[in-house]
């Protein structure tokens, strides 16, 4: 049962260039979504989030856009830099239904090349 | 910055045998969590935890798991009976409240090997 899915396991951009993650999810329920990066050996680290009433959030070089219709949101950096190579998680809660415990997805591998 | 910390880094058992994780979330935070995540598999969501008492579990959290807050510091994670199938990395994380976006802090994991 995969409420949320990252269909791509990885992807290579080149450094300055945009990186695009995207993410699908099931559940109508859910009202917020948040994307997570994690390095090898480490913890899931929070990058930013976006409300289910909300269509876009920016945070410097992140920005995340939803689109309820589609049920899918997007994940984008710009400009892309080394230290951005990492499994980026996609990541939904449904805090109006009492479940806060997140629903992953299984991550998309960056790789940003020189 | 505050962080979540998690002992032990690796744990190795037997099967059968009970093993304790450890956390120390964040010390102002009211809500805390087990993730695990088996190898090439995604993070899945075990417990959620608030006023001393469990507030959410998954299906994988069956009668062989407990979690313990057993002082004001500690958040503990209990596998009664090891089985194969257990092994896998497991997060602890924390937030200040429920009034979103407040974002779920992750302590940098125990593996645990079950042979």
Not at chain 1, 15 to 19: N, T
Not at chain 1, 21 to 26: G, I, K, V, W
Not at chain 1, 84 to 89: L, N
Not at chain 2, 20 to 31: A, G, T
């Given at each position: 049962?995969?409420?949320?899915?990252?269909?791509?396991?990885s992807?290579?951009?080149q450094?300055?260039?945009?990186?695009i993650?995207?993410?699908?999810?099931?559940n109508?329920?859910?009202?917020?979504?948040?994307?997570?990066k994690?390095?090898?050996?480490?913890?899931?680290t929070?990058l930013i989030?976006i409300?289910?009433?909300?269509?876009?959030?920016e945070?410097?070089?992140?920005?995340?856009?939803?689109?309820?219709?589609?049920?899918h949101?997007?994940?984008?950096?710009?400009?892309?830099q080394?230290g951005?190579?990492?499994?980026?998680?996609c990541?939904?809660e449904n805090?109006?239904?009492?479940?806060?415990?997140?629903?992953?997805?299984?991550?998309t591998?960056?790789?940003?090349?020189? | 910055?505050?962080?979540?910390?998690q002992?032990?880094?690796?744990?190795?058992?037997?099967?059968?045998?009970?093993v304790?994780?450890?956390?120390?979330?964040?010390?102002?935070?009211?809500?805390f969590y087990?993730y695990?995540q088996?190898?090439?598999?995604?993070?899945e969501?075990l417990v959620?935890?608030?006023n001393?008492?469990?507030?959410?579990?998954?299906e994988?959290?069956?009668?062989?798991?407990?979690?313990?807050?057993?002082?004001?510091?500690?958040?503990?994670?209990k596998?009664?009976?090891t089985?194969l199938?257990?092994s896998?990395?497991?997060?602890?994380?924390?937030?200040?409240?429920?009034a979103?976006?407040?974002?779920?802090?992750?302590?940098p994991?125990?593996?645990?090997?079950?042979?």
């Open positions: 049962d995969q409420q949320v899915k990252q269909n791509s396991p992807l290579s951009v450094e300055g260039r945009i990186s993650l995207n993410c699908d999810y099931t109508s329920m859910f009202d917020y979504f948040l994307w997570y994690k390095y090898p050996a480490e913890g899931p929070f989030s409300s289910s009433i909300k269509d876009k959030n945070d410097g070089r992140f920005t995340v856009f939803l689109n309820k219709s589609a049920k949101l997007s994940l984008h950096i710009v400009p892309s080394p951005d190579s990492a499994v980026y998680f990541a939904a805090l109006r239904g009492g479940a806060d415990g997140l629903t992953f997805g299984k991550g591998h960056l790789i940003i090349q020189p | 910055e505050p962080e979540v910390t002992t032990p880094s690796h744990q190795v058992t037997q099967m059968g045998q009970e304790i994780l450890r956390c120390v979330p964040i010390s102002n935070h009211l809500y087990w695990r088996i190898l090439g598999q995604k993070v969501f959620s935890f608030y001393n008492e469990i507030s959410e579990k998954s994988i959290f069956d009668d062989q798991f407990s979690v313990e807050r057993p002082d004001g510091s500690n958040f503990t994670l596998i009664r009976s089985k199938e257990d896998a990395m497991y997060f602890c994380a924390s937030r200040p409240g429920l979103g976006p407040n974002e779920q802090f992750f302590g994991g125990t593996r645990l090997t079950v042979l």
